[in-house]
């Protein structure tokens, strides 16, 4: 029984990687290569080696995180996988899980990479961290776009949201300010994990009753 | 009525109204917080701010002594397009370097080089010493007299031959070797010295009279603004542009009498008035706010509305047009990243003229309620930079209009040529 449930959500994996998520993670990668050539990331102190990973690199949050619901925003493909005997959650969950991942995995490599050119800091500190605002940020793209059913909305409202860090800074956002590592201080990286997995947790119960009520 | 239908059908859509909202964030937040009512200077205060001179006297040592500071410790910083770099040059590149510092000290490469890596190092300025500690400020040391001389290990001096000609020209090669945007590409910035009561009236009859106050005041409003301006379009074109796609009526739409050029654009300026509507409205209530503050005073009444429109509007027109142009090739929302990069990049770069300046910038910064004669300077600049980009937001639409044009005929498929690279290329019937 294990075993078919197992084969089963490893091929919708397997599947969801090839037909859906290949485009997002050329994108990510993109973004990736254009940090060194925005920022220097060769010899830079604590401080200063926060500020690619947080002004850029946890933009891979909303590039890989946000788009899950996009395959399903076509009606009459979404109407098609509603009346599968396999659970839609469990779909959104095995695409949360394979984009988590990847985000984790794509810091740490990045975070490493500015090491070995001679940057100076907690590498899985700072690896957690900016993963933790990463999930943030992709977190309320998940939301927006799940309760608006429109993928440009999570889109939207997550890079609003970045913006208005670089505008207001911490004045209006208290625990949930996303650079808060560029100002030695990471206790807000806690708030924005928790913030996020509410959210996400949220999304999905809403997605779930919407079904339903379908 | 095309026009009027594509218009309801903008500020009708959800992505719409969270751009309206974005605006009024903004306005309220950055805006409203930062402006506070514009009076006289009053005499007798501790500090009036900085000003930038080209003062050679000034300028030379100050810089003279950062280069070598950051000679010694190899680590030059720069800001290349707006973000910090900290710069290590090779051997070759350092072997310049120390070139350049010699000919501008007089002191021979190899003592410089024998010299590098202590710390504290201070200058010899004409008979005393001239040392610029960490905070920035500039003391004078008297030799014999003063206990800098003893404390400070390393000290270099200015060759007194050394034209100020000769020494921007070195000063732009040590910029070069460094990468561009380091601390010497802009030698005004090492000239700061403090302002005057009698500057801060200057500054304050400018704006009274030049300005007209609101001047001033728009083009903090017009700064803050078009920050979001320059992006946000891009989501509610986006939207429109799939919804066609998502509701399948693509094809329908191809089969129209209508040409594509007079569809294209209807719907592109459609859009961008929709887009510009909240501006014009919030320029209005900010124009009324301000009239009411600065009631008797002399104020140009229509600056908040002519900024809006040779300042923001650009950037609304470039941003939908680019959202425009890339979902009408490709089917997808990509245009978000292409602007969102393009954007990321502009705004930084905005931060090098961040208080007035201007230059090719996407986003035009002024973020300082005054600086009036830097923007009258600058005044041509900013004419062609906004020119430039509503020249541009047209021509992609045009393009746009050409691709549609293919693509009513079945000569192009983008997304179907990158699903089919991407997504079926090993998939066989198993029929």
């Given at each position: 029984?294990?075993?078919?449930?197992?084969?089963?959500?490893?091929?919708?994996?397997?599947?969801?990687?090839?037909?859906?998520?290949?485009?997002?993670?050329?994108?990510?990668?993109?973004?990736?290569?254009?940090?060194?050539?925005?920022?220097?990331?060769?010899?830079?102190?604590?401080?200063?080696?926060?500020?690619?990973?947080?002004?850029?690199?946890?933009?891979?949050?909303?590039?890989?995180?946000?788009?899950?619901?996009?395959?399903?925003?076509?009606?009459?493909?979404?109407?098609?996988?509603?009346?599968?005997?396999?659970?839609?959650?469990?779909?959104?969950?095995?695409?949360?899980?394979?984009?988590?991942?990847?985000?984790?995995?794509?810091?740490?490599?990045?975070?490493?990479?500015?090491?070995?050119?001679?940057s100076n800091f907690p590498v899985l500190k700072y690896t957690i961290g900016t993963f933790f605002g990463a999930f943030f940020l992709g977190a309320v793209g998940v939301f927006f776009s799940g309760i608006s059913d429109n993928i440009a909305v999570g889109y939207m409202v997550s890079l609003f949201y970045y913006v208005f860090n670089m505008a207001a800074g911490s004045k209006y956002l208290g625990k949930l300010f996303l650079f808060s590592m560029s100002k030695g201080s990471f206790e807000e990286k806690y708030w924005l994990m928790g913030t996020a997995i509410l959210l996400v947790v949220v999304t999905l119960l809403i997605q779930t009753v919407i079904r339903r009520v379908r | 009525m095309m026009f009027l239908k594509e218009f309801k059908k903008t500020i009708m859509s959800l992505t719409y109204l969270i751009f309206v909202g974005i605006l009024l964030l903004m306005y309220v937040t950055q805006y409203e917080t930062s402006v506070a009512k514009i009076e006289a200077p009053q005499k007798g205060l501790q500090s009036y701010g900085v000003k930038y001179e080209e003062n050679k006297e000034i300028i030379i040592p100050n810089a003279v002594e950062s280069l070598y500071g950051e000679f010694s410790a190899n680590s030059y910083i720069a800001y290349p397009i707006g973000f910090y770099k900290n710069v290590k040059l090779g051997d070759k590149k350092q072997g310049e370097m120390v070139a350049i510092l010699s000919e501008m000290t007089g002191i021979s490469k190899d003592d410089l080089m024998a010299d590098a890596g202590t710390d504290g190092a201070g200058i010899t300025f004409g008979e005393g010493d001239m040392v610029t500690n960490e905070s920035g400020e500039i003391t004078f040391t008297v030799p014999g007299e003063g206990e800098g001389k003893e404390v400070l290990p390393s000290r270099i001096s200015i060759d007194q031959k050394l034209t100020y000609e000769r020494f921007r020209e070195l000063m732009k090669d040590a910029d070069k070797l460094i990468g561009g945007g380091s601390k010497y590409s802009n030698l005004t910035d090492f000239g700061s010295v403090p302002m005057t009561y009698e500057d801060a009236l200057v500054e304050y009859k400018a704006i009274v009279e030049k300005d007209k106050i609101t001047g001033a005041l728009a083009r903090v409003f017009s700064d803050y603004l078009g920050i979001v301006l320059s992006i946000f379009p891009v989501f509610v074109a986006v939207a429109l542009g799939l919804k066609d796609r998502r509701a399948k009526i693509q094809e329908l739409l191809y089969t129209r009498r209508i040409s594509s050029f007079r569809f294209m654009f209807t719907r592109y300026f459609a859009m961008v008035a929709a887009l510009f509507l909240p501006v014009l409205l919030m320029a209005l209530y900010v124009t009324v706010q301000t009239a009411n503050q600065y009631r008797g005073v002399d104020i140009d009444l229509f600056a908040f509305i002519k900024y809006s429109c040779g300042s923001l509007l650009p950037s609304i027109m470039v941003s939908a047009?680019?959202?425009?142009?890339?979902?009408?090739?490709?089917?997808?929302?990509?245009?978000?990243?292409?602007?969102?990069?393009?954007?990321?990049?502009?705004?930084?770069?905005?931060?090098?003229?961040?208080?007035?300046?201007?230059?090719?910038?996407?986003?035009?910064?002024?973020?300082?309620?005054?600086?009036?004669?830097?923007?009258?300077?600058?005044?041509?600049?900013?004419?062609?930079?906004?020119?430039?980009?509503?020249?541009?937001?047209?021509?992609?639409?045009?393009?746009?209009?050409?691709?549609?044009?293919?693509k009513r005929r079945g000569k192009l498929d983008v997304l179907g040529s990158i699903k089919k690279i991407f997504i079926h290329r090993k998939v066989e019937s198993k029929a």
């Amino acid at each position: 029984m294990f075993s078919v449930v197992l084969r089963k959500y490893s091929f919708i994996a397997k599947s969801n990687l090839k037909h859906n998520f290949l485009i997002h993670i050329l994108t990510a990668l993109l973004l990736l290569c254009l940090t060194p050539l925005l920022f220097g990331i060769g010899n830079l102190d604590a401080a200063a080696s926060a500020v690619p990973l947080e002004m850029i690199v946890v933009l891979l949050g909303i590039v890989l995180l946000t788009p899950i619901f996009m395959p399903e925003q076509q009606k009459d493909i979404r109407e098609l996988i509603e009346t599968k005997c396999t659970s839609q959650s469990g779909i959104y969950l095995i695409r949360m899980i394979t984009s988590v991942t990847t985000i984790f995995i794509m810091i740490l490599c990045f975070a490493l990479f500015m090491s070995l050119n001679g940057s100076n800091f907690p590498v899985l500190k700072y690896t957690i961290g900016t993963f933790f605002g990463a999930f943030f940020l992709g977190a309320v793209g998940v939301f927006f776009s799940g309760i608006s059913d429109n993928i440009a909305v999570g889109y939207m409202v997550s890079l609003f949201y970045y913006v208005f860090n670089m505008a207001a800074g911490s004045k209006y956002l208290g625990k949930l300010f996303l650079f808060s590592m560029s100002k030695g201080s990471f206790e807000e990286k806690y708030w924005l994990m928790g913030t996020a997995i509410l959210l996400v947790v949220v999304t999905l119960l809403i997605q779930t009753v919407i079904r339903r009520v379908r | 009525m095309m026009f009027l239908k594509e218009f309801k059908k903008t500020i009708m859509s959800l992505t719409y109204l969270i751009f309206v909202g974005i605006l009024l964030l903004m306005y309220v937040t950055q805006y409203e917080t930062s402006v506070a009512k514009i009076e006289a200077p009053q005499k007798g205060l501790q500090s009036y701010g900085v000003k930038y001179e080209e003062n050679k006297e000034i300028i030379i040592p100050n810089a003279v002594e950062s280069l070598y500071g950051e000679f010694s410790a190899n680590s030059y910083i720069a800001y290349p397009i707006g973000f910090y770099k900290n710069v290590k040059l090779g051997d070759k590149k350092q072997g310049e370097m120390v070139a350049i510092l010699s000919e501008m000290t007089g002191i021979s490469k190899d003592d410089l080089m024998a010299d590098a890596g202590t710390d504290g190092a201070g200058i010899t300025f004409g008979e005393g010493d001239m040392v610029t500690n960490e905070s920035g400020e500039i003391t004078f040391t008297v030799p014999g007299e003063g206990e800098g001389k003893e404390v400070l290990p390393s000290r270099i001096s200015i060759d007194q031959k050394l034209t100020y000609e000769r020494f921007r020209e070195l000063m732009k090669d040590a910029d070069k070797l460094i990468g561009g945007g380091s601390k010497y590409s802009n030698l005004t910035d090492f000239g700061s010295v403090p302002m005057t009561y009698e500057d801060a009236l200057v500054e304050y009859k400018a704006i009274v009279e030049k300005d007209k106050i609101t001047g001033a005041l728009a083009r903090v409003f017009s700064d803050y603004l078009g920050i979001v301006l320059s992006i946000f379009p891009v989501f509610v074109a986006v939207a429109l542009g799939l919804k066609d796609r998502r509701a399948k009526i693509q094809e329908l739409l191809y089969t129209r009498r209508i040409s594509s050029f007079r569809f294209m654009f209807t719907r592109y300026f459609a859009m961008v008035a929709a887009l510009f509507l909240p501006v014009l409205l919030m320029a209005l209530y900010v124009t009324v706010q301000t009239a009411n503050q600065y009631r008797g005073v002399d104020i140009d009444l229509f600056a908040f509305i002519k900024y809006s429109c040779g300042s923001l509007l650009p950037s609304i027109m470039v941003s939908a047009a680019v959202g425009v142009c890339l979902t009408v090739l490709t089917d997808t929302p990509i245009a978000i990243a292409a602007q969102g990069i393009w954007w990321f990049i502009g705004i930084n770069m905005g931060l090098q003229h961040i208080d007035g300046g201007y230059g090719s910038d996407l986003v035009i910064r002024h973020n300082k309620v005054g600086n009036t004669d830097v923007y009258l300077d600058n005044f041509n600049t900013l004419v062609i930079n906004r020119i430039s980009y509503t020249l541009l937001a047209i021509a992609l639409v045009a393009l746009s209009v050409w691709i549609y044009e293919l693509k009513r005929r079945g000569k192009l498929d983008v997304l179907g040529s990158i699903k089919k690279i991407f997504i079926h290329r090993k998939v066989e019937s198993k029929a």
